[in-house]
């Protein structure tokens, strides 16, 4: 099977197929001359690191560990800054610091960073002032400036990503390598802000029991204890614009396939997993760890042919199945979808998306979500997984370690007209600090539930 796909398949096989999602490029000989540079820079993700997080999937699928996945709705080349950086690192340890004391098993971390910089659109075109122009696909396709001229698809853009996704990376491996996660010092993750939280007083009986087992190992094993300030911390994005992840998309010595070396797991949106397009068709030649999202509308039948087609030897944690049905329609769809895939033997993770399915406008046509509407999705998805004797292992969530005001409701009781006190992202709305931490309280809880 993996002779077949490599004798039918390239980096840019995908360009015979239907392309989705992706505007045309008007200056083709700039587009070629910028994906010959892109193809010619180091790597930003290593295939041992790939391979790495591959593992640590498949402990998710067996039910032995849980998967983390958040970050930013789509990627600012602006906000590339030391701060957002940090406080994006933050509160992912802080998330995982909560779940690991709670649920008691592995948690792996991976990031919408570092090259989340493309977004799908229901239409290609949008009318500001009378005219027709592109609509923004995010900063690795266009500008979010409303003129004509910025909305232009631009290849430059494939280069200043990669830039700006390599100057991230550094910045996070320095952070995660050298003592911002040290478990020595728990009080470095506080946030001002966290004191109004309700579970404030959970959250810091939860550090001071931490900082107790801490200072109990280094007394009996001080050498063990210096593993403690290091933290392991994974890439991903959408696979939207090809051009970007092709470019980025070799072999490596000694060992078998290709690898997107931009990222350390892609994952196909709702909008791009058509059977016949260029999208699956890329997916299906990298050895990455591969996402699928499915919402409505989606066939069970052809669902398990994609994921058949991206993983043909069923081989585990090679597939991340992220369901994002919304509150009102999960219940109806996602048993029949647990359990057909149960049939065919896939090993794959599951993984709750609870944000894309729960999204609204407000009075004032601001695109919001509420806290309460993603909680529920959340509780759904647990207690389906629990009546079907599946395992539940990730969360998917849209989120900002930044104090924003973009999703209504959590324990601070954000409503509609505080939206635009702190009203930041381009795309899709984020769950705040404060909002992310509290969801992570209650995402344990409801693991225990399923599982202990």
Same mark, same amino acid.
């Given at each position: 099977?993996?002779?077949?796909?490599?004798?039918?398949?390239?980096?840019?096989?995908?360009?015979?197929?239907?392309?989705?999602?992706?505007?045309?490029?008007?200056? &083709?000989?700039?587009?070629?001359?910028?994906?010959?540079?892109?193809?010619?820079?180091?790597?930003?993700?290593?295939?041992?690191?790939?391979?790495?997080?591959?593992?640590?999937?498949?402990? +998710?699928?067996?039910?032995?560990?849980?998967?983390?996945?958040?970050?930013?709705?789509?990627?600012?080349?602006?906000?590339?800054?030391?701060?957002?950086? +940090?406080? $994006?690192?933050?509160? $992912?340890?802080? $998330?995982?610091?909560?779940?690991?004391?709670?649920?008691?098993?592995?948690?792996?971390?991976?990031?919408?960073?570092?090259?989340?910089?493309?977004?799908? !659109?229901?239409?290609?075109?949008?009318?500001?002032?009378?005219?027709?122009?592109?609509?923004?696909?995010?900063?690795?396709?266009? !500008?979010?400036?409303?003129?004509?001229?910025?909305?232009?698809?631009?290849?430059?853009?494939?280069?200043?990503?990669?830039?700006?996704?390599?100057?991230?990376?550094?910045?996070?491996?320095?952070?995660?390598?050298?003592?911002?996660?040290?478990?020595?010092?728990?009080?470095?993750?506080?946030?001002?802000? $966290?004191?109004?939280?309700?579970?404030?007083?959970?959250?810091?009986?939860?550090?001071?029991?931490?900082?107790?087992?801490?200072?109990?190992?280094?007394?009996?094993?001080?050498?063990? &204890?210096?593993?403690?300030?290091?933290?392991?911390?994974?890439?991903?994005?959408?696979?939207?614009?090809?051009?970007?992840?092709?470019?980025?998309?070799?072999?490596?010595?000694?060992?078998?396939?290709?690898?997107?070396?931009?990222?350390?797991?892609?994952?196909?949106?709702?909008?791009?997993?058509?059977?016949?397009?260029?999208?699956?068709?890329?997916?299906?030649?990298?050895?990455?760890?591969?996402?699928?999202?499915?919402?409505?509308?989606?066939? &069970?039948?052809?669902?398990?042919?994609?994921?058949?087609?991206?993983?043909?030897?069923?081989?585990?944690?090679?597939? &991340?199945?992220?369901?994002?049905?919304?509150?009102?329609?999960?219940?109806?769809?996602?048993?029949?979808?647990? !359990?057909?895939?149960?049939?065919?033997?896939?090993?794959?993770?599951?993984?709750?998306?609870?944000?894309?399915?729960?999204?609204?406008?407000?009075?004032?046509?601001?695109?919001?979500?509420?806290?309460?509407?993603?909680?529920?999705?959340?509780?759904?998805?647990?207690?389906?997984? !629990?009546?079907?004797?599946?395992?539940?292992?990730?969360?998917?969530?849209?989120?900002?370690?930044?104090? +924003?005001?973009?999703?209504?409701?959590?324990?601070?009781?954000?409503?509609?007209?505080?939206?635009?006190?702190?009203?930041?992202?381009?795309?899709?709305?984020?769950?705040?600090?404060?909002?992310?931490?509290?969801?992570?309280?209650?995402?344990?809880?409801?693991?225990?539930?399923?599982?202990?």
């Amino acid at each position: 099977m993996e002779k077949t796909i490599q004798q039918s398949w390239s980096p840019v096989s995908w360009k015979e197929k239907t392309i989705k999602q992706l505007p045309a490029y008007t200056n &083709v000989p700039k587009l070629e001359k910028n994906y010959k540079k892109l193809e010619s820079l180091p790597p930003l993700v290593t295939s041992w690191e790939i391979e790495a997080l591959k593992n640590k999937l498949a402990d +998710v699928s067996s039910g032995k560990s849980f998967l983390l996945q958040g970050g930013d709705c789509a990627e600012s080349f602006e906000a590339t800054t030391s701060p957002k950086i +940090v406080n $994006m690192l933050k509160v $992912m340890l802080q $998330m995982s610091f909560i779940l690991i004391h709670e649920m008691g098993v592995p948690v792996h971390r991976v990031g919408r960073i570092a090259g989340q910089y493309a977004k799908p !659109r229901s239409k290609d075109f949008e009318t500001i002032n009378g005219k027709e122009i592109h609509s923004y696909r995010g900063d690795l396709i266009n !500008r979010f400036e409303a003129t004509k001229q910025a909305r232009m698809p631009d290849s430059d853009r494939l280069i200043e990503g990669y830039h700006k996704a390599g100057l991230t990376l550094n910045f996070l491996r320095a952070l995660a390598d050298e003592g911002f996660a040290d478990l020595r010092h728990p009080e470095q993750w506080e946030m001002d802000f $966290m004191l109004n939280n309700e579970y404030y007083k959970e959250y810091e009986a939860m550090v001071n029991s931490i900082t107790k087992a801490v200072r109990f190992m280094e007394s009996i094993s001080p050498s063990r &204890v210096s593993n403690l300030q290091k933290a392991d911390f994974y890439t991903s994005h959408e696979a939207l614009n090809l051009y970007y992840d092709a470019a980025q998309t070799r072999q490596v010595p000694r060992k078998k396939g290709y690898f997107n070396l931009s990222s350390h797991m892609v994952w196909l949106g709702n909008r791009t997993r058509d059977l016949d397009g260029a999208h699956v068709e890329y997916f299906r030649g990298i050895q990455n760890p591969v996402g699928i999202k499915v919402g409505h509308p989606f066939k &069970v039948d052809d669902i398990l042919k994609l994921i058949e087609t991206l993983n043909p030897t069923h081989e585990a944690g090679k597939v &991340v199945v992220i369901s994002r049905f919304g509150k009102n329609t999960i219940e109806e769809q996602l048993p029949p979808f647990i !359990r057909a895939i149960r049939r065919e033997g896939f090993p794959v993770v599951w993984s709750a998306d609870p944000m894309h399915g729960n999204t609204f406008s407000t009075d004032n046509s601001i695109k919001t979500r509420n806290f309460d509407h993603i909680l529920d999705e959340i509780k759904s998805s647990f207690a389906i997984h !629990r009546a079907e004797g599946s395992y539940l292992g990730g969360v998917h969530l849209e989120m900002t370690g930044d104090n +924003v005001t973009e999703c209504v409701g959590g324990a601070e009781g954000l409503n509609e007209a505080e939206l635009s006190n702190n009203y930041e992202t381009f795309c899709d709305p984020r769950l705040n600090y404060q909002q992310s931490l509290e969801l992570a309280f209650l995402i344990a809880k409801e693991w225990k539930q399923s599982y202990l």
